[in-house]
């Protein structure tokens, strides 16, 4: 019984959080979207900054979705190329980028993705790419970069416009969770793609299964003591 109930609770304190998805950037702007950097023929450095305030609590991340429900172009194909993504823990946010790449880089940076996202397209899909290696983020450490290195694309499928948040009557403003940097150092304070962060779960202790835990010690603790008591 003492290691039914120990085992119980070593279980429960190491559970894995239920999977779930966060999307940043909701409502999307009406009207509108922009291609860079997966829908056109874009080639350089992109980053994208995500307010750490935006997401509920740490999340292991394991795939990103970008949307196309706005604006239709007809588009038929994503454009071929190589995408690199890497995710990091950034200080920078929505309204402090650096128009120089690496000074926005932060600590735990991590290449999670390196390789073509072609396939076909209609308007409405969503561009789901799949992290070849998962970050786990935590809000409480700073605020998420998205950097993405891009060689070698084309856009024959035609061009892709994603949804954005942050555009309002033809400025990039009244956002206050995004903030991007692009080409030779552009930067578009409270501007960004709608993004989807998909979680699988996270393993680690939570406070209640902690808790628990605890209770499971406790509990065979004194089933130990009443055993000694009564031999």
């Given at each position: 019984?003492?290691?039914?109930i120990?085992?119980?609770?070593?279980?429960?304190?190491?559970?894995?959080?239920?999977?779930?998805?966060?999307?940043?950037g909701?409502?999307?702007?009406?009207?509108?979207?922009?291609?860079?950097?997966?829908?056109?023929?874009?080639?350089?450095?992109?980053?994208?900054?995500?307010?750490?305030?935006?997401?509920?609590?740490?999340?292991?991340?394991?795939?990103?979705?970008?949307?196309?429900?706005?604006?239709?172009?007809?588009?038929?194909?994503?454009?071929?190329?190589?995408?690199?993504?890497?995710?990091?823990?950034?200080?920078?946010?929505?309204?402090?980028?650096?128009?120089?790449?690496?000074?926005?880089?932060?600590?735990?940076?991590?290449l999670?993705?390196?390789?073509?996202?072609?396939?076909?397209?209609?308007?409405?899909?969503?561009?789901?790419?799949?992290?070849?290696?998962?970050?786990?983020?935590?809000?409480?450490?700073?605020?998420l970069?998205?950097?993405?290195?891009?060689?070698?694309?084309?856009?024959?499928?035609?061009?892709?416009?994603?949804?954005?948040?942050?555009?309002?009557?033809?400025?990039?403003?009244?956002?206050?969770?995004?903030?991007?940097?692009?080409?030779?150092?552009?930067?578009?304070?409270?501007?960004?793609?709608?993004?989807?962060?998909?979680?699988?779960?996270?393993?680690?202790?939570?406070?209640?299964?902690?808790s628990?835990?605890?209770?499971?010690?406790?509990?065979?603790?004194?089933?130990?003591?009443?055993?000694?008591?009564?031999?």
């Open positions: 019984m003492r290691r039914l120990f085992g119980a609770a070593l279980a429960l304190a190491w559970a894995v959080s239920p999977a779930q998805a966060e999307i940043i909701l409502p999307a702007d009406t009207g509108t979207g922009n291609c860079f950097p997966f829908g056109c023929a874009y080639m350089g450095e992109y980053q994208q900054v995500y307010a750490s305030s935006a997401f509920s609590g740490a999340i292991a991340i394991t795939s990103l979705e970008f949307y196309n429900t706005i604006s239709d172009n007809g588009a038929t194909a994503m454009n071929s190329g190589t995408w690199n993504i890497s995710l990091s823990t950034s200080p920078a946010n929505w309204n402090s980028l650096s128009s120089t790449f690496a000074s926005n880089i932060g600590t735990g940076n991590t999670v993705f390196s390789g073509n996202l072609s396939q076909a397209w209609a308007f409405g899909d969503t561009l789901v790419v799949n992290l070849t290696t998962p970050f786990t983020y935590d809000p409480s450490k700073g605020n970069l998205m950097d993405v290195s891009v060689s070698g694309t084309t856009n024959a499928g035609g061009t892709i416009y994603f949804d954005t948040n942050g555009y309002n009557g033809g400025g990039f403003n009244g956002d206050t969770i995004l903030g991007r940097v692009y080409n030779d150092g552009v930067v578009n304070y409270g501007y960004g793609l709608v993004t989807g962060f998909n979680d699988t779960g996270i393993s680690v202790p939570e406070p209640l299964t902690l628990l835990f605890g209770a499971g010690l406790a509990g065979a603790a004194a089933m130990r003591r009443r055993k000694k008591t009564s031999a």
